[in-house]
């Protein structure tokens, strides 16, 4: 199949653009589009044909649901069975916006979009090119984000050709996405909301909203017996790089020396190595062996953490574009933003992360 990519502007978006991808969506066809978390691979979520080409573009597990994207609240009303008051007072506050809300679902979506859930899960995205995209194809759209199953999502339109060229009808290039990181996702089907995904919506400008909100304690820690994510997608190993990703913990200067003899061991035996680090803490690394065999990567700035979300992806993506066999990174403070951030990255590393004293 061969796949259109066409470039449109934000702001103002091309209408002669949009209304072709609509029609695509309309026929059952796939198309990449952007939001300002990440770029989505969009289906006509009340088709079950088309959910069913999302897993298989992507290589999904099918019990794996997907999020329907609306552009107003009719498009929520005709999916969600009820809607509770302090979901309401989260759309007031939150839509359009990076936050996801789960809901008991109607009828007419179907359990290819949901994986066989009685919910469903439905956001609002803050993007011209997205809002416009669903309200000329008059549905929901069904999309997950648009990288192949287990790399990290596409935060440009370039990633989105690297995954899914040949395989989709058509790719909306509309830039680099604002966020970086996947949408907050909040089960709002119980009596106490619960934060099944952290992302830029925090746990803290929730409880403002709505008072008491929790997290699933599958949201911090390697998935066990005990522990089963809500959300399915967050069991499944995420955001990978090909790398073997090992991240360090404690004071900056002793991580920073504790990198540094790591990668002097490795590049002894010939290993080609990679160091995430935040912009502050650059200068730490002046030290590290010079060469070829060293590709030392600023992430952004550990001060403003929405420039560590936004470039997260495609640092991890650039590595899987180069030799780099062992990639080893600093933690980041995990609150706020920061949690969303953390919780990315473990899974990236296979949660490995040692503790430097
Ligand atoms: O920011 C985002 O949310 C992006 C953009 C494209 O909107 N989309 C996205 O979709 O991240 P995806 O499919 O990569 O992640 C959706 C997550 C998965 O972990 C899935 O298991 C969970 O949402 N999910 C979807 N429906 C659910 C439901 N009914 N109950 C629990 N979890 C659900
Ligand atoms: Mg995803």
């Known amino acids: 199949m061969e796949t259109l990519i066409r470039k449109v502007n934000t702001d103002n978006p091309e209408i002669d653009v949009i209304k072709q991808a609509a029609d ?20 006509d979520a009340l088709n079950p044909d088309a959910s069913r080409k999302i897993y298989a573009a992507k290589g999904r597990p099918s019990d794996n649901p997907l999020i329907v994207h609306v552009a107003d609240i009719e498009g929520l009303e005709m999916v969600a069975k009820e809607i509770p008051d302090k979901a309401k007072k989260l759309i007031d506050r939150f839509w359009p916006g990076p936050l996801t809300l789960i809901f008991k679902k109607k009828e007419i979506v179907p359990n290819q979009t949901t994986g066989n859930l009685d919910t469903v899960a439905v956001r609002m995205p803050n993007n011209n090119i ?15 984000s648009g990288n192949i199953s287990g790399r990290p999502s596409p935060t440009i339109a370039e990633h989105m050709i690297d995954d899914m060229d040949g395989k989709i009808d058509m790719i909306i ?43 699933d304690p599958a949201v911090f820690s390697a998935p066990s017996e005990n522990i089963k994510p809500k959300a399915p997608g ?28 790591m990668t002097d061991n490795l590049c002894n035996e010939g290993k080609k190595v990679g160091i995430i680090t935040s ?7 002046e030290g590290v062996m010079p060469g070829g065999n060293v590709k030392i990567v600023p992430i952004g700035f550990a001060t403003r953490p929405e420039t560590i979300a936004s470039n997260l992806y495609r640092v991890l993506r650039d590595f899987d574009k180069t030799e780099v066999e062992y990639i080893l990174g600093e933690t980041f403070e995990d609150d706020r933003i920061g949690k969303a951030i953390m919780n990315r990255l473990i899974k990236a590393a296979g949660y490995k992360i040692v503790t430097v004293k």
């Not at 967050?234 to 003899?261: C, L, W």
């Open 279 to 285: 912009n502050e803490h650059l200068n730490l690394y």
């Open 173 to 215: 290039d509309g830039g680099s996405c604002e966020v970086g990181l996947e949408s907050t996702i909040v089960d709002m089907t119980g009596d106490v909301p619960q934060i099944l995904r952290p992302g830029a919506i925090t746990l803290e400008m929730i409880k403002k909203e709505i008072g008491e909100v929790t997290y």
């Open 234 to 261: 967050m069991k499944y190993r995420h955001y990978a790089p090909k790398a073997d990703f090992t991240m360090f913990q404690g004071e900056a200067v002793a991580v920073s020396k504790e990198i540094i003899k």
């Open 24 to 43: 695509i969506i309309k026929k059952g066809g796939l198309v990449g589009f952007p939001t300002e978390t990440v770029y989505g691979l969009g289906a």
């Open 130 to 144: 997205a809002l416009r995209l669903i309200k000329m194809s008059c549905t929901g759209i069904a999309a997950p």
